[in-house]
């Protein structure tokens, strides 16, 4: 079964502080892509980052960056100098680039950012 | 620019009654998924669909039907409604295989709130 766990419901700290969220997946297939999207309360769904599976070198978007351990099946996401407006949902996600191409996604994180 | 169109924003139904959701989306993408998001579960696939008339059961199949005839449609029926299925419903879509276009691999609606009372 592939699955995604996000074993953190709600995280909580201060503008500029940095905050790590966890992802853990499970699937025996080689070949997908990792997501960390983000959910305001629009519910409308924004890419934050992507990681290919295949590429060793984590990937970075200004203040937002992961660490892929690929044999531990560990996405995790980095959010440096946290600002009010990172406040959101959080969700983890891979898809399976072979086979059946099933997107997967973890249950959330909710994470406010205080003033 | 890409677009992935649901239909309705927001529905109040009764039980009992079918219902009809629908996803558009103009990408000519192969790859089309049903949601349903609720507080501290996530999203849950329910059904997705890699081709025209061809569908795999998602993680929660149960209470649903979905139907591809054409490539950029992809309907989620809810034969007879029930209060349980309120919730949130998304649609996505990606090519097949997935692969970055225009920035994204996976498009997203904008969601459709159904309220079954």
């Known amino acids: 079964a592939q699955t995604v766990t996000q074993s953190q419901p709600e995280m909580s700290v201060q503008e500029a502080e940095t905050v790590t969220l966890s992802c853990t997946y499970d699937?025996?297939?080689?070949?997908?892509?990792l997501f960390w999207y983000k959910q305001p309360p629009s519910r409308q769904m924004i890419l934050v980052i992507r990681q290919e599976a295949y590429k060793q070198q984590n990937a970075t978007e200004n203040r937002f960056s992961v660490n892929f351990q690929k044999a531990a099946k560990s996405f995790s996401l980095k959010i440096s100098d946290s600002q009010l407006g990172d406040t959101a949902m959080y969700f983890c996600?891979?898809?399976?680039?072979?086979?059946?191409?099933?997107?997967?996604f973890g249950q959330g994180t909710r994470l406010t950012i205080n003033p | 620019d890409v677009k992935v169109t649901q239909s309705s924003r927001y529905l109040v139904k009764r039980t009992g009654e079918k219902v009809f959701l629908e996803c558009v989306q103009d990408m000519d993408h192969e790859n089309m998924f049903w949601y349903r998001q609720d507080p501290g579960l996530g999203l849950r696939l329910i059904y997705f669909s890699y081709d025209v008339k061809m569908k795999e059961k998602g993680d929660i199949p149960e209470g649903y039907s979905v139907s591809r005839e054409k490539k950029e449609r992809f309907s989620l029926i809810l034969e007879s409604a029930s209060t349980n299925q309120t919730s949130m419903y998304l649609c996505?879509?990606?090519?097949?295989?997935?692969?970055?276009?225009?920035?994204?691999?996976?498009?997203f609606g904008e969601g459709s709130w159904l309220t079954v009372v």
């Open positions: 996600a891979f898809i399976i680039i072979q086979g059946a191409q099933k997107l997967v």
């Open positions: 699937t025996s297939e080689n070949n997908y892509y």
């Open positions: 996505a879509s990606s090519l097949t295989p997935p692969r970055v276009r225009s920035g994204n691999t996976i498009y």
